[in-house]
């Protein structure tokens, strides 16, 4: 579906004269993935909608993708299973924030964070077969992982004076996805090694 609708717009784009035949495969990847991301973010919404936590949904998004955008670690092996897992993993925090966010002591859930988020920052980055660093990228997605973990920290300490327990809680489940994650790829980068 993804690569249909990909190669539809991308021969509009051809007939329009507005790229070149020469430029197509470039093109076709980019098309591809903003597909895949506009695709994974409408249907985000519309279950966060459906359960009435859309705000919810938003700040997770918010607080989780540029800290996974940086820290790397397991990437799907195709669209269909990111899209699935994305949705499961939205699905997941949501239920969780909704049923138990107010039962979890704040403490714990700070702790837990500063946890995380060293973990986070020892690991990353964390390179994917399919997503090799350069050496310049490697020193500067460190640099950014290092900014967003201690923005994101203030700002959950900031949730936690005015009593924003839920979206506490968003920011905690964004650290130990994220660092989840992380460790997924690192072991599997591992297990390659061999």
Known sequence: MISSLSQ?????????????????????????????????????????????????????????????????????????????????????????????????NQFILLLTMIMAGVSIYILGPIEDKNKPLTKNEYVHFRAKIKIILIIEFILAIIMNIVGLHRILFIFCSSFVITLGLSLIGYIKNRINEF
């Open 8 to 104: 539809s717009i991308l021969n509009g784009f051809i007939e329009q004269r507005i790229i070149s035949e020469e430029d197509r495969n470039i093109y076709e990847y980019g098309i591809e993935i903003a597909i895949s991301y506009l695709l994974n973010f409408l249907t985000m919404i519309t279950i966060s909608f459906f359960m009435n936590m859309l705000i919810e949904c938003i700040v997770f998004l918010i607080i989780f993708v540029p800290l996974k955008g940086y820290t790397g670690g397991y990437h799907a092996p195709n669209y269909i299973i990111c899209f699935v897992i994305s949705c499961l993993t939205v699905t997941a925090v949501l239920f969780a924030t909704k049923y138990t966010s107010m039962q979890i």
